[in-house]
């Protein structure tokens, strides 16, 4: 299609991938925020958000004149022939998702929509909110599409410009067209749905991911108690491909800005229509066990106890490659441990200092300094080529706590260290290192 006039309104992580990488498909984009510092920040090209290849999309964007940040969405909209609601809808009490910005942003602009323009909400919402705003709208010439979306931080860009599938629902088929023709030549196949559909693929798909690792999780924990190996388990299970690779790594549980949030407004979703969704608040529940147990495993390498003992923590964004806090398992785990009286220093190659309960240094090596036990709680690659001899020869304990399975046991035994995973037989000192 023809170039498009679009609005976004939201430059979080969700709004500013979509905004920039429509711009680099060919539309005029502009995108909304209330934070007058960010949008001043964002029209001058800098991104404060970790993700590879955004930066360069928007700095491209601007200099092309494609892409153009403003304040203010009502002045925004006049002229716009697609607006996408890309706002926070995140966990409100009880576990439902809180729509009030998606209801302000509604209410401000719904007026002024110029006849035609689709609203789009890119936000990850509740079945029936399409149905929700145009009744807020009250208008028979704004069609409400729904056009969820699955970027994966760390590789969002990436996942925008190269799609497993495009997804758009509306009660307006030509709508949904006109949306889906905005992705241009993207290679990927295009559902077309009801707006009820679209807006349930997203919770359908993020919760069955979280199915997946807590159920990798617990099979970890059999591993353990059954003297199996989960790498080998994984490995035997991934070549099925009706079961795949991907989601099948134990870790400390999951988290980030999606799925905690997803799991718990699905199982509202469902208690609202009277259906017990057993299966995934089972989920959810081994996802608290999941970090209890990594806990437990962390108190048995400092003698049962953790009241006093000096923890070192590699690691605190909830995935490597992103500098997200949100819901870090990693934070998680770290808080519990503080709780229980550990004293934490912790690093992460994309997070600077200001957590409460912890020491946060820039330096990876400060966190062994006199440490009973280092943990790794974030798989950040470069955790695997650190100096582990010097980490030992700082250390005053001797295990590495390794809740994502990311080092080699044997670079660690070598250490003079002993190295314990999660659903992997324990590697025990096996020599002094060599000073």
């Known amino acids: 299609m023809s170039s498009a006039r679009i609005v976004v309104v939201g430059t979080g992580y969700v709004g500013l991938t979509t905004g920039a990488c429509l711009a680099s498909l060919g539309h005029r984009v502009t995108c909304v925020d209330v934070d007058v510092a960010k949008v001043n920040r964002l029209s001058a090209g800098r991104v404060d958000i970790l993700e590879p290849g955004l930066a360069e999309l928007v700095s491209r964007g601007l200099a092309n004149g494609r892409l153009s940040f403003v304040v203010g969405a009502r002045e925004a909209v006049r002229g716009a022939e697609g607006v996408f609601l890309c706002v926070p809808t995140p966990m409100g009490a009880g576990g439902s998702a809180d729509l009030r910005a998606v209801e302000a942003v509604t209410a401000e602009i719904g007026d002024v929509l110029p006849a035609g323009c689709a609203l789009i909400t890119k936000s990850t919402v509740p079945v029936g909110t399409a149905k929700r705003i145009s009744a807020m709208v009250g208008r028979d010439d704004v069609p409400v599409v729904s056009n969820p979306e699955f970027l994966r931080e760390g590789t969002a860009v990436q996942d925008f410009l190269n799609p497993d599938r495009i997804v758009v629902g509306s009660d307006s088929r030509a709508a949904a067209a006109w949306v889906g023709q905005l992705y241009g030549d993207l290679a990927a196949p295009i559902v077309v749905a009801d707006a009820a559909s679209a807006e349930l693929v997203k919770y359908a798909a993020n919760c069955f991911l979280a199915l997946k690792l807590s159920y990798v999780n617990s099979i970890a924990e059999l591993c353990e108690r059954l003297g199996a190996d989960i790498d080998l388990v994984t490995e035997g299970m991934g070549y099925d491909r009706r079961i795949g690779r991907t989601f099948l790594k134990p870790g400390p549980g999951w988290g980030g800005s999606c799925l905690p949030k997803d799991t718990s407004a699905l199982v509202k979703v469902a208690e609202s229509v009277d259906y017990d969704f057993r299966m995934l608040t089972s989920a959810i529940d081994e996802n608290i066990a999941q970090r209890d147990r990594i806990v437990a495993k962390i108190a048995g390498a400092c003698g049962g106890t953790l009241a006093g003992a000096r923890i070192g923590v590699l690691g605190l964004a909830f995935k490597a490659g992103t500098n997200d806090l949100r819901d870090s398992p990693a934070l998680a785990v770290s808080s519990v441990l503080g709780a229980l009286g550990a004293e934490i220093t912790a690093y992460d190659p994309a997070v600077s200092g200001g957590i ?62 002993s190295w314990q995973g999660v659903g992997r037989p324990r590697a025990a000192r096996r020599r002094v290192p060599v000073s």
Do not use: C, H, S
């Not at 020491?359 to 990876?364: C, G, I, L, N």
């Not at 440490?371 to 974030?378: E, I």
């Not at 980490?391 to 080699?408: F, K, P, Q, S």
């Open 356 to 417: 409460a309960g912890m020491t946060v240094v820039d330096d990876p090596y400060q966190v062994a300094k006199d440490a009973d036990v280092v943990v790794v709680l974030t798989e950040w690659a470069e955790f695997r080529n650190l100096d582990w001899v010097a980490i030992a020869d700082a250390m005053e304990g001797d295990d590495v706590v390794d809740t994502r399975n990311l080092l080699d046991p044997g670079m660690i035994l070598d250490a003079g260290l």
